[in-house]
Nanobody
């Protein structure tokens, strides 16, 4: 299982970024793709996930209304559109996969790569 997260960068507060998660070695169909993030000296937290079978999304309360997750199964890619970014959104963002269902329990997920860094300046 290989997942490549990309799209991070430096943005001012209030701005937007779109992260991409591309899979290789398997197809998304039937899986759940999750986004987690980890800021320096903080625990990793679940941000959002999506079931590829029906596109049902879930969001952490901290990002609800600002982030949108979507899946393009034909391209084997999941996106995380992040709007109205805040400095507290700064973190390394990881995309991962599981077969159990949407969850914020990171132990259920595989495919942890290097992530993509998002920095939001105030």
């Amino acid at each position: 299982v290989q997942l490549q997260a990309s799209g991070g960068g430096l943005v001012q507060a209030g701005g937007s970024l779109r992260l991409s998660c591309a899979a290789s070695g398997f197809t998304f169909d039937g899986y759940v793709i999750g986004w987690f993030r980890q800021a320096p000296e903080k625990e990793r937290e679940g941000v959002s996930c999506i079931r590829s079978s029906d596109g049902q999304p879930y969001y952490a309360d901290s990002v609800k209304g600002r982030f949108t997750i979507s899946s393009n199964n034909a391209k084997n890619t999941v996106y995380l559109q992040m709007n109205r970014l805040k400095p507290e959104d700064s973190a390394v963002y990881y995309c991962v996969v599981n077969t159990m269902g949407c969850s914020a329990v990171e132990e259920l997920y595989d495919g942890w790569g290097q992530g993509t860094l998002v920095t939001v300046s105030s």
